[in-house]
């Protein structure tokens, strides 16, 4: 693996091709709202091409990701792009009693549940991974932003997507720090499925993960829901409603947290990210494995990055152990606004 490590400073001649694996909640009430901006950053950026999304059980059930993914897909006007619905629990253990952990905080919701006629492909989202991928050797990059429960599957089909796809890149794990997430070791995607994760660690492809330590340093802000209210758009007005009501909602569900008294992270945005220029990422190769074990470290990303005694075995992917703040948060911004708005349902 480790000669690999680096390739991808080359960028393709076009545009990345990508699917977006994502639980997206954006539009449900007090449901986290970073996986519909990451859609949307990368709908509005001319360097990434959307092939189709699929939708994984995570921060919402499925079929509420479904019909998420649509809504935004049809307020953005991109109803040419494919919605494929996946897994709707993880490969071993049920996680319901994660949603149970938010269940005390939610508060009366002041945003609509997002309501769409649209209907998903009929294709699996793992057949419709791996009939892209291998269609389209070396070209398409899955950008896997929920857990890992859609890719792992895939590759269990046909395990020749590893080096058939450009690239993964999973929003996952935490390379410098405890995640302080779901436990205080698991970051969400990890801890959901962390079975599916080591699955994708294991399969030999070329991947980069882009953990919640660094996510948690992208914030949007109480000031940037003001910039968008300011801006005027439906779509701007939309995503500060829901943006407004999240920030609220973490401030009561996490009162230890400073960083959510007047703003919510941007974990899934910086992912796409990855994609948008080397300069907003600092990377690393380093080994990456997941546990798996039920008990205190369920879920823990274990990333070596050489920085303990015992020699570490080869890398298998590269890790994000560094952030421009700036540059991605003005990036963000700037391809937020300029979304178009064709057409308001
Ligand atoms: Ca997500």
Known sequence: ????????????????????????????????????????????????????????????????????????????GREDVGVYAGADRPLVKNVDDVHELYAPHLASARVELPHTTRTPERLHAANYIVETVMANPGEITVVAIGPMTNVALALALEPRIAQAAREFVLMVGSATNYAHNVTTVGDFNAFVDPEALQRVLDSGAKIRTVGIDQTSRVRMTRDHVRTLRAHGSAFATWVADCAEQWID????????????????????????????????????????????????????????????????????AEVAVDTDVDAFTTLFMQRLLAAEQPSVP
């Not at 490590?5 to 639980?23: C, K, L, N, S, V």
């Not at 949307?40 to 921060?59: C, D, F, H, Q, R």
């Open 249 to 316: 909602f973490l401030h009561q569900a996490w009162p230890n947290r400073p960083e959510h008294a007047d703003g919510c992270f941007l974990h899934d945005p910086l992912t796409v990210a990855a994609l948008l220029g080397r300069e907003i990422l600092t990377w690393e190769p380093a080994r990456v494995d997941v546990e798996c074990a039920d008990g205190l470290a369920r879920g823990l990303v274990v990333v070596d990055r050489s920085l303990a005694l015992a020699p570490a075995p080869p890398a298998n």
């Open 1 to 76: 693996m480790e000669e690999r490590a680096g390739q991808d400073a080359e960028r393709p001649e076009g545009p990345f091709r990508i699917i977006i694996d994502t639980d997206p909640a954006l539009g449900v009430p007090n449901a986290d709202i970073d996986d519909g901006l990451a859609i949307a950053l990368a709908l509005t950026s001319p360097e990434i091409s959307v092939e189709g999304i699929t939708i994984v059980n995570g921060n919402s059930k499925l079929e509420t990701g479904v019909q998420c993914a649509l809504y935004l897909l049809e307020r953005l």
